[in-house]
C-alpha cells in the first residue's frame, strides 16, 4: 500500500462541507490562533446569513461544496449525520487520494465513510459544544492511510478550539458518554447550584454567576495543577466543616453514582445508534 504523502503544513488550503456554527468555531479558532490565514479557508452555503458569518472574517464561501472540494487538501465534513452519506457520495470525484478527509458528524464510523468515499485517508474527530467558547474537548481516530503528519495536523486544527486527545475508534461511545453528553450534566449541576444558593438566601443572579465561576474555576485546577480530583476535593474539605458536611449529603445521594450511570447511560444509547 502506497504511503500518503504529507500535507504540505505552510501552504495547504482547508474547506468545510457544512457551514453550521461548529464549522464556523472551528474556522474562527484557527484563524484566531494563527493556524491557518483565512484566506485559505473556503466552505459553501445558499443561505446568505450562513455565507455572510463566514465571510466577515474572511474565509472564501463558494456556490457549490465541490468548488470547496477541489480548491481544498484538508476537507472537515461538519454537515448532520443524516445525510453524511449522500454528501461524501456526491462529492467522491473531487476526494481524489492525495486529500486528507475529516469527518466531525457523531456516529458515522470510519469503515462507512472510507467505503463511501473510496478513499481510506479518513480521520474521524469528535468534538463537544464548548467548541462555541474555545474549549472543546476533541477525540481525533485514524483511519487506515492517514499518517502521523495528518494527526498532527488535526492536533493543531482542533487544538485552536480546545484540548485533543487520540483514541480508537472502539472508544467513541464511551468518550460521547463522558464528553459528548457531558456539557449538559454539567449545566444541570449549574442550574442546581444555583437553585441551591437561592434556596439558601442569594439573589438569583448572584448565586447562577457564582455557580458558573466556581465549576469553571474547579475544572481548571483538575487541568492545570495535576492532582487527582479526590485529592482537591480533599484539600477543600477541613475536620468538621461545612464542605465534609456537604459532601456527607452527596454521598446519600448517591451524587458519583448517577453520574457514572448517566455516562453509561449515553454510551451505552449511542451503541444503539451505531447499529442503525
Request: glycine letters at 4%; hydrophobic letters at 25%.
Given at each position: 500500500m502506497a504511503t500518503s504523502v504529507p500535507i504540505p503544513t505552510d501552504t495547504f488550503k482547508l474547506g468545510f462541507i457544512g457551514a453550521g456554527k461548529l464549522a464556523e468555531s472551528i474556522a474562527r479558532g484557527v484563524v484566531k490562533?494563527?493556524?491557518l490565514p483565512a484566506s485559505r479557508i473556503s466552505t459553501a452555503h445558499r443561505d446568505s446569513q450562513r455565507r455572510d458569518v463566514f465571510s466577515s472574517f474572511g474565509v472564501k464561501?463558494?456556490?457549490?461544496?465541490?468548488?470547496?472540494?477541489?480548491?481544498s487538501d484538508v476537507i472537515i465534513f461538519s454537515v448532520k449525520p443524516q445525510i453524511v452519506k449522500e454528501v461524501v457520495l456526491q462529492l467522491k470525484p473531487s476526494l481524489t487520494k492525495d486529500k486528507l478527509l475529516v469527518s466531525i458528524a457523531a456516529g458515522i464510523k470510519l469503515a462507512?465513510?472510507?467505503e463511501w468515499a473510496e478513499s481510506t485517508r479518513f480521520i474521524r474527530v469528535m468534538p463537544n459544544t464548548p467548541s462555541a467558547v474555545g474549549q472543546a474537548a476533541s477525540v481525533i481516530s485514524l483511519g487506515g492511510t492517514a499518517i502521523e503528519e495528518d494527526g498532527l495536523l488535526m492536533d493543531s486544527l482542533f487544538g485552536a478550539i480546545g484540548r485533543t486527545w487520540r483514541a480508537?475508534?472502539?472508544m467513541f461511545d464511551a468518550v460521547t458518554g463522558v464528553s459528548g453528553s457531558g456539557p449538559a450534566y454539567i449545566f444541570m449541576a449549574i442550574e442546581a447550584l444555583a437553585d441551591g444558593g437561592v434556596a439558601a438566601g442569594l439573589p438569583r443572579d448572584l448565586a447562577a454567576g457564582l455557580a458558573a465561576q466556581t465549576v469553571l474555576g474547579a475544572a481548571m485546577m483538575v487541568v492545570t495543577t495535576g492532582k487527582h480530583p479526590g485529592q482537591l476535593k480533599d484539600d477543600v474539605a477541613s475536620a468538621g466543616g461545612?464542605?465534609?458536611a456537604a459532601i456527607h449529603e452527596l454521598e446519600k445521594g448517591g451524587f458519583r453514582g448517577v453520574l457514572m450511570n448517566a455516562v453509561v447511560a449515553a454510551a451505552n444509547r449511542s451503541k444503539e445508534f451505531s447499529k442503525k
Open positions: 490562533s494563527g493556524v464561501v463558494y456556490e457549490h461544496n465541490h468548488q470547496v472540494a477541489e480548491d462507512d465513510l472510507q480508537n475508534e472502539k461545612t464542605t465534609i
